[in-house]
């Protein structure tokens, strides 16, 4: 404290000034920011997002869905037992009576020499058409790998049965024409290719047309129809490929697997015939066996035929 002589009063210090001066004046208010405030605030930002899952179209969008999938389950709920949809039957007993009649000549787990194998394909086959007969073989492979992924073609002995619509493309229109080409103007081809027709079966090519199918790959590759050197319907001599295409020639090729499914003749053939087109194609996959297989390469072969059960054959059995 301060004494002034003069008025003879006590004066107070500056630290007491400061104190009084504080409590005087105005108290300044802070915006008050609460946890609401930023939380409703970061919600309108959602809401006015342009685009995106925050957008206010998209957050619609949402709970339609979520009304409408509240009322699918309330109104299963309110349905009457008897409304309910069942469980699945198992295949084996949504099976037809004839299908179930012809499968019960064949024994669960046997495996048929396969004479008696091909015997039984005919016998088993009920449809009123000429059933195609397929071939199944289960090979000890990875098709993952390049060198395990088995494919070849061959001529079966005694064709396979189907009559194949071919569409030839080469300069020489006129020799694919005599060869049997069904299709051979390359300008109608081309055309229909340009709007996505595909009205073949086999599609075979000179090599000097081929750089003008590489923008084509998309559509023939997935369908197993891109002309290919392995499969010999990339030719310089494309009325010889036509007559093979004709008299048999067949291709196959491992699936992811590791089966190769092929068919090998019609119901119609004799059982000479199917034999002896089924020891072309064991005797074509013997000799593509990879060389890094070691031991078994053939695990499980099956015959059958179009909607026909399924038949084991022994693999010993096969030459």
Same mark, same amino acid.
């Given at each position: 404290?301060?004494?002034?002589?003069r008025r003879s009063k006590v004066m107070p210090t500056n630290n007491k000034l400061k104190q009084e001066d504080a409590e005087i004046a105005p108290k300044k208010l802070?915006?008050?920011?609460?946890?609401?405030?930023? &939380?409703?605030?970061?919600?309108?930002?959602?809401?006015?997002?342009?685009?995106?899952?925050?957008?206010?179209?998209?957050?619609?969008?949402? %709970? %339609?869905?979520?009304?409408?999938? %509240?009322?699918?389950?309330?109104?299963?709920?309110?349905?009457?037992?008897?409304?309910?949809?069942?469980?699945?039957?198992?295949?084996?007993?949504?099976?037809?009576?004839? @299908?179930? %009649?012809?499968?019960?000549?064949?024994?669960?787990?046997?495996?048929?020499?396969?004479?008696?194998?091909?015997?039984?394909? $005919?016998?088993?086959?009920?449809?009123?058409?000429?059933?195609?007969?397929?071939?199944?073989?289960?090979?000890?492979?990875?098709? &993952?790998?390049?060198?395990?992924?088995?494919?070849?073609?061959?001529?079966?002995?005694?064709?396979?049965?189907?009559?194949?619509?071919?569409?030839?493309?080469?300069?020489?229109?006129?020799?694919?024409?005599?060869?049997?080409?069904?299709? @051979?103007?390359?300008?109608?081809?081309?055309?229909?290719?340009?709007?996505?027709?595909?009205?073949?079966?086999?599609?075979?090519?000179?090599?000097?047309?081929?750089?003008?199918?590489?923008? @084509?790959?998309?559509?023939?590759?997935?369908?197993?129809?891109?002309?290919?050197?392995k499969s010999g319907t990339v030719s310089n001599n494309v009325a010889k490929a036509i007559?093979?295409?004709?008299?048999?020639?067949?291709?196959?090729?491992?699936?992811?697997?590791?089966?190769?499914?092929?068919?090998?003749?019609?119901?119609?053939?004799?059982?000479?015939?199917?034999?002896?087109?089924?020891?072309?194609?064991?005797?074509?996959?013997?000799?593509?066996?990879?060389?890094?297989? $070691?031991?078994? @390469?053939?695990?499980?072969?099956?015959?059958?035929?179009?909607?026909?059960?399924?038949? &084991?054959?022994?693999?010993?059995?096969?030459?």
């Amino acid at each position: 404290m301060l004494i002034d002589h003069r008025r003879s009063k006590v004066m107070p210090t500056n630290n007491k000034l400061k104190q009084e001066d504080a409590e005087i004046a105005p108290k300044k208010l802070k915006p008050e920011t609460t946890k609401t405030s930023v &939380k409703d605030a970061t919600e309108t930002k959602e809401v006015t997002a342009k685009a995106g899952k925050r957008s206010a179209k998209a957050i619609a969008e949402k %709970q %339609q869905q979520l009304v409408k999938q %509240q009322k699918k389950l309330s109104s299963q709920d309110s349905l009457p037992e008897k409304t309910k949809p069942r469980a699945t039957k198992p295949r084996s007993e949504r099976r037809s009576k004839q @299908y179930k %009649q012809v499968a019960s000549l064949v024994e669960a787990n046997k495996a048929y020499a396969l004479e008696e194998a091909i015997k039984l394909a $005919k016998k088993t086959s009920f449809v009123k058409f000429d059933a195609t007969v397929e071939l199944h073989v289960n090979l000890a492979v990875d098709p &993952k790998h390049a060198d395990q992924n088995v494919r070849d073609n061959l001529m079966l002995p005694h064709g396979s049965g189907k009559v194949l619509k071919i569409a030839a493309l080469s300069s020489d229109e006129a020799a694919s024409k005599e060869a049997g080409a069904d299709l @051979y103007k390359l300008d109608d081809i081309f055309n229909d290719l340009d709007k996505g027709v595909i009205n073949f079966d086999i599609l075979i090519a000179s090599p000097d047309i081929m750089p003008r199918l590489g923008k @084509y790959a998309k559509t023939l590759g997935p369908r197993g129809l891109m002309p290919n050197p392995k499969s010999g319907t990339v030719s310089n001599n494309v009325a010889k490929a036509i007559a093979e295409a004709k008299a048999g020639r067949v291709e196959y090729r491992v699936d992811s697997t590791g089966i190769i499914h092929l068919g090998i003749g019609k119901v119609s053939f004799s059982e000479t015939n199917l034999k002896a087109n089924i020891e072309a194609v064991i005797s074509s996959l013997k000799s593509n066996k990879p060389s890094s297989i $070691k031991g078994e @390469y053939i695990k499980a072969v099956h015959l059958s035929t179009s909607m026909g059960p399924s038949i &084991k054959v022994e693999v010993s059995s096969l030459t």
